[in-house]
């Protein structure tokens, strides 16, 4: 089949935490990972290793900082996760339309 | 396919909206937050005007004015600006706190926080211009850089709550750029900004987000 939308789809992005991480992403510059934690109401661990994933995908980039003694460690979204993630959307969207 | 794989990719897009929405945007904001705003500023507004007209009453009756009513005055003014805005914080803070608990939302995460800096900045800037009008006695200009630094903080504030608070913004600009203009009536102005313009944006706001939920 030529031009298939579900070719569009980023296997990186079919789990729901992945998917919240770069919806999140998406629209804020920068975000710790308490407040990542608190949105997407997962546990440390899991998140953990969701943030790994991206990051060795080079979707995300990761910066440590302090604040105070406290490590603080945010994420941001990398040009190319921000491609990926709105080819994905795109795959998403051609196949509800397809299905109509 | 079943129609759970059929459904998959809707749910994947609603996902992505909601939580793009949810992370960017502080969407507690009660409609009746602006209500309770608007009904404490047009008492405080109307003690003012009491005020103002028993000194003015003093005036008549003597022929002149004192310092010491004056200073009196100022003391009294100074005082009813600090309960109104106390009890206009008080009352809408509760209001959204009981709104973020019943959609099980923190009131307290990096939305909100991204949103008190950013009103914050502003009228603390206008607060603090205020102020120093004041050691020059511009008493006259008051309601208009309330109005003009209040309106610019909602503008300012509007890309991180509830988009329509922009309005509500562009509105308390104009009526304080207009007050400019017609000085002397700014208790008047103030208390269409502050009380007339919460309580119509606040209602709009109620029927529009708070009431569509049952």
């Not at chain 2, 904001?29 to 507004?45: E, P, W």
């Not at chain 2, 004192?66 to 106390?86: E, M, N, P, T, Y």
């Not at chain 2, 103030?190 to 049952?214: C, E, N, P, Q």
Request: charge should be positive.
């Amino acid at each position: 089949m030529v031009n298939n939308p579900i070719n569009g789809l980023n296997k990186v992005f079919e789990s729901r935490i992945r998917l919240g991480v770069m919806s999140i992403l998406m629209v804020n510059e920068e975000i710790n990972f308490n407040d990542l934690k608190q949105m997407l109401e997962v546990t440390d661990g899991n998140l953990a290793t969701h943030l790994v994933n991206l990051e060795e995908n080079g979707f995300i980039k990761v910066h440590k900082g302090f604040v105070g003694k406290k490590t603080n460690t945010t994420y941001a979204i990398t040009k190319s996760g921000e491609r990926a993630f709105t080819e994905h959307i795109r795959a998403l969207e051609e196949m509800i339309k397809g299905m109509k | 396919m079943s129609s759970d794989q059929t459904n998959q990719p809707l749910r994947d897009i609603q996902d992505i909206r909601r939580i793009m929405d949810r992370s960017s945007r502080f969407i507690s904001l009660s409609g009746l937050s602006g209500v309770a705003a608007g009904v404490c500023a047009l008492g405080g507004a109307y003690v003012g005007y009491r005020i103002l007209d028993n000194y003015y009453g003093h005036f008549d009756s003597r022929g002149f004015f004192s310092g010491d009513d004056f200073d009196r005055l100022k003391i009294k003014f100074a005082l009813l600006a600090a309960v109104v805005f106390a009890l206009a914080f008080a009352s809408s803070f509760y209001l959204t706190w009981r709104k973020a608990q019943r959609d099980g939302l923190p009131i307290w995460d990096h939305t909100s926080r991204r949103l008190a800096w950013n009103m914050v900045v502003p009228l603390l800037a206008g607060g603090i211009f205020i102020i120093g009008m004041l050691r020059y006695d511009a008493w006259m200009f008051v309601a208009p850089a309330c109005l003009v630094f209040y309106g610019l903080a909602l503008v300012n504030a509007s890309k991180y709550t509830l988009p329509e608070i922009r309005y509500l913004g562009y509105c308390e600009i104009i009526l304080g750029l207009v007050n400019m203009f017609f000085i002397g009536y700014g208790l008047w102005f103030w208390a269409i900004g502050f009380g007339v313009l919460h309580i119509i944006y606040g209602i709009v706001m109620w029927r529009k987000y708070d009431t569509v939920k049952s």
